[in-house]
């Protein structure tokens, strides 16, 4: 049970992360337009091209030297991993919401926080649900990273405890069968219930 809610506020701390940071990040790139918004999104599209395993050593030494090789760095990790495929989701959507819609809002007195959250985030419901359902998937079924990570006996997530259930000498697969159950159903059932949205949202966002 404790590697069920180890896993569990893992990806819903990670995701929630992701999505504040990515739609804002992407707001900002879309509705300033310049050779430095040009160049930080391009920036971000590239990191979706390096490979995990070029920065994997590296990325454990710094966080290793940083005393974070636990639950808030692999969060830290993932917001830094996931950003970049979520931030080319929503700048794709938002640059299909005209921007008469924030200078409309800013006359009538808002401030730029106000626009976002209150006017143009409602209107990425479809996208925030696809950018939700897609990391859930990756975080919550992710074996590498959490292996690198989480060294502690009570920090382990499904995944990782699913290995413990294969030894060199026995195999349990009765417990290995109802881990495999309890990682696959969440994410089973929030694409049930999504994937329209989810279909929507990536349509839209690769396309505009």
């Not at 640059?95 to 959250?117: M, T």
């Not at 209150?118 to 996208?127: D, G, N, T």
Request: contains cysteine.
């Amino acid at each position: 049970m404790k590697t069920f809610f180890n896993s569990l506020l893992i990806t819903i701390v990670s995701v929630s992360i992701i999505i504040i940071f990515s739609s804002m990040a992407a707001y900002a790139l879309s509705r300033r337009k310049g050779k430095m918004s040009s160049l930080l999104f391009f920036i971000f599209v590239g990191a979706m091209l390096i490979p995990f395993q070029s920065v994997m050593i590296p990325l454990i030494y710094i966080f290793g030297q940083m005393d974070m090789l636990n639950r808030i760095g692999l969060i830290f990790m993932y917001l830094g991993f996931g950003c970049s495929l979520s931030i080319f989701l929503y700048h794709g959507t938002l640059n299909g919401i005209p921007k008469s819609l924030d200078e409309a809002a800013i006359i009538d007195g808002a401030n730029r926080f106000q626009v976002f959250w209150h006017i143009i985030f409602p209107m990425l419901k479809p996208i925030t649900v696809t950018v939700a359902i897609l990391n859930t998937i990756w975080i919550w079924n992710d074996y590498l990273l959490p292996s690198l990570v989480i060294n502690k006996e009570g920090m382990h997530t499904i995944p990782l405890k699913m290995f413990f259930f294969f030894g060199e000498y026995t195999k349990q697969w009765h417990l290995a069968l109802a881990g495999l159950t309890i990682a696959i159903l969440p994410v089973i059932i929030g694409y049930f219930f999504a994937q329209k949205q989810i279909i929507k949202g990536v349509s839209e966002g690769a396309v505009k």
